[in-house]
């Protein structure tokens, strides 16, 4: 029966069982130190004799738990029985022992079945696992339905650009960018209210810290909704569970990060700036006459709310039409859309909005944006027979990992990124 | 504040507000009947003035709750304020109000954005939704981590046969058939317990009513396990969870569909027939020489199970090599594989199997395949520095909701199915 090396010291002067992977080892000549790691930690076990297995090898290990208030945990393993399950190669690409930060990112991706053993980088996606449970958590308690749309699709929610194309048996399809008109399908059947956690693919040249080519997006539309409004007050409520349940539950994550996550209440004092108001806030801040919220902007905005609001988020909403997606619900006088960003440490992290949900609102809708009605297939007859006002938003996962543990390019939240050039492994 | 359908029984004598489509209108003249349908039910209006809006169309209504035992549910609505939210095109392509029975499932695909609105369609995936939560449930309580792997391979798990190729900027690459690879080597990596839930793509030319092209793949990979047999046991504690789970929480969807789940503790008696004794079986069952498990001889292989066992399941081991993947673990004497099917109602819903986890025995399995190490990338890798003994299995999720209510075509089981025809909606 194994225990895991985090619970041994609960077991002192009894017998143990541990498997885990060889971290270190140190080598004193009389006695020799091997620290053990498993999922949950490490355990020292103590030698007499010479180790005669490599670093990186897998043993199962019996012995006797005794109190070492030197040893991690507070314990360590006199063992009695060693069983080597698989045996390491000597010559390591990377040193699992060593601090990620020495190695340079690509070194990492390259070796990503040996580097993902960094206990360090081993906890974003214990952490990411556990954003899942507590979005997926969160969304089921307030009636939603999970769902999963097809990711093989006529045409893309933005138009037509940026689309990986599938030759799928003798059509072309293209990868989806975002389940966008699927969702709205499921709104307007239905379900009323729909989430789901699935890749998304943007076929994007460039090559930035902020971006990757697939990336997992969590998604929510709802029926039933006036404004964005609603959405923003929904997903703070959302965002306020999660960052408390990542504060109650993932403190090891954090702290292998030194990061820490908006404490209770945060989330829902997050200030709601209008475009033009969030340009005049980012052209005092940085003292630069301001045309665009760029990336530069957005983090001028995070800053002021930190500073204005003591929360390092920001909503920033009533965006102008032509900047944003055809399917955006536009404002009474026709120049504005009911939709949102959320800003979280400088770096926009979702993008939602009340869509589009008359028929003939979206038969004005499309010309102005050079879309033509037969271009999005089935979609526009979804409104022809009753679809409610209705709205959603999504969350990029990999950002938002990033975004909790202060990582420096999303691309490191991903467990084997794609990138322009990068398809492997 | 809105109530929901199913609610307004709560409310006698008081005012309520409901959201949802029109089911059904009935006009008798003086007194007219409107079933309203969202997602938690249907609510009979009752109206004293003509009705001015068609089937399907979106309304809110206010007005006081009365109990009627004749109404569905008890209770019916006496309006005194009636929005229509959004109106409907009189010509519905498919009646959401008849038993979808009466359509050929190419047409409830085709109009999608309809069918889905018919109650005991909806069930389906309101079942699939809360299949998804029972399972991830199961999976995180037992200490394992949600990964999210990449969809964009260099190669196939199965090898190179039966994929579809993507552009993907200056190369070419595939879409994963199975998270095979990467969830053996999340588990190398050390997270050690890992489970998936994403889509999977086969692109299998034929078309059956137990395939599709695109479908949702439920993956679990464990370390430190011995044999099969330990994922047997694993897989029969999770599935006698899920069915008990659906047994208390999903009444609704399997009375729409007149179904019912094993009884809790069913999934634990699932005898475990060996490769060659199920070919006896099946030729004693039906009479015929068996050369080889066919889906005739699954359905043969579960009545028996049913007969001689009580339940409608069988896991089935002892598979010979050279018809099980090239990565399953093979037997001593090197002819059969540590690999097991389930059989549920008559259809494989799981594959399963200890993999090889020596670089040396891998190195001597790839030839008798046809397969070459460069061809497998950066995975032959993650057996060189400490890979321990495990296996694993999948569950297609379709498949499994597809039995479970007892559905004639495993599409029905997918929102938006793609076979070799169907690219939309």
Same mark, same amino acid.
């Given at each position: 029966m194994r225990t895991l090396a985090l619970a041994v010291p609960e077991h002192l002067d009894k017998e143990v069982e541990v498997s885990g992977w060889v971290h270190r080892i140190r080598e004193l000549g009389q006695v020799n130190f091997v620290l053990l790691r498993d999922r949950s930690g490490m355990v020292q076990l103590v030698f007499n004799e010479k180790i005669d297995f490599t670093p990186e090898s897998v043993l199962t290990v019996k012995g006797v738990?005794?109190?070492?208030?030197?040893?991690? =945990?507070?314990? +360590? #393993?006199?063992? @009695?029985?060693?069983?080597?399950?698989a045996r390491a190669d000597l010559?390591?690409?990377?040193?699992?022992?060593?601090?990620?930060?020495?190695?340079?990112?690509?070194?990492?991706?390259?070796?990503?079945?040996?580097?993902?053993?960094?206990p360090k980088l081993r906890a974003i996606f214990q952490l990411q696992s556990s954003l899942l449970k507590y979005l997926s958590d969160f969304m089921r308690a307030? =009636?939603?339905? +999970? #769902?999963?749309? @097809?990711?093989?699709?006529?045409?893309?929610?933005?138009?037509?650009?940026?689309l990986f194309s599938v030759d799928y048996f003798e059509n072309k399809v293209y990868l989806a960018q975002s389940p966008q008109l699927y969702k709205q399908t499921m709104v307007s059947s239905g379900l009323e209210r729909v989430f789901e956690i699935s890749h998304a693919y943007r076929a994007e040249k460039h090559d930035t810290p902020r971006h990757i080519n697939?990336?997992?997006?969590?998604?929510?539309?709802?029926?039933?909704?006036?404004s964005d409004q609603d959405l923003m007050a929904f997903e703070a409520r959302l965002l306020d569970y999660v960052f408390t349940q990542v504060g109650l539950h993932n403190a090891a994550e954090l702290e292998a990060w030194g990061a820490s996550v908006p404490p209770p209440g945060a989330m829902l004092k997050a200030p709601i700036v209008g475009y033009d108001e969030a340009k005049d806030i980012i052209a005092k801040e940085t003292g630069k006459k301001v045309f665009d919220i760029n990336p530069e902007g957005e983090r001028a905005l995070s800053d002021w709310a930190l500073k204005e609001h003591g929360?390092?988020?920001?909503?920033?909403?009533?965006?102008?039409?032509?900047?944003?997606a055809w399917y955006s619900y536009p404002s009474l006088d026709g120049t504005r859309t009911l939709s949102f960003d959320l800003i979280f440490r400088g770096l926009e992290i979702t993008s939602g909005s009340r869509r589009i949900n008359e028929y003939a609102m979206l038969q004005d809708a499309l010309p102005k944006f050079g879309?033509?009605?037969?271009?999005?297939?089935?979609?526009?007859?979804?409104?022809?027979?009753?679809?409610?006002?209705h709205g959603g938003f999504a969350i990029g996962v990999e950002r938002l990992t990033q975004k909790i543990l202060g990582l420096d390019n999303v691309k490191e939240a991903s467990l084997f990124p794609r990138?322009?050039?990068?398809?492997?492994?």
């Open positions: 738990a005794k109190a070492n208030a030197k040893a991690p =945990g507070g314990a +360590e #393993i006199h063992p @009695t029985e060693v069983k080597v399950l010559n390591l690409p990377v040193q699992v022992n060593q601090d990620p930060d020495k190695y340079p990112l690509e070194v990492l991706f390259d070796y990503r079945h040996l580097s993902l053993r960094m307030d =009636g939603f339905f +999970e #769902i999963k749309s @097809t990711k093989l699709v006529g045409t893309g929610a933005e138009g037509g650009t940026g697939e990336y997992v997006s969590f998604d929510v539309e709802m029926a039933f909704i006036e929360v390092d988020l920001v909503y920033l909403n009533d965006w102008p039409r032509k900047k944003r879309i033509t009605e037969e271009s999005l297939g089935f979609y526009p007859q979804i409104f022809r027979y009753g679809c409610p006002p990138d322009r050039k990068r398809i492997t492994p």
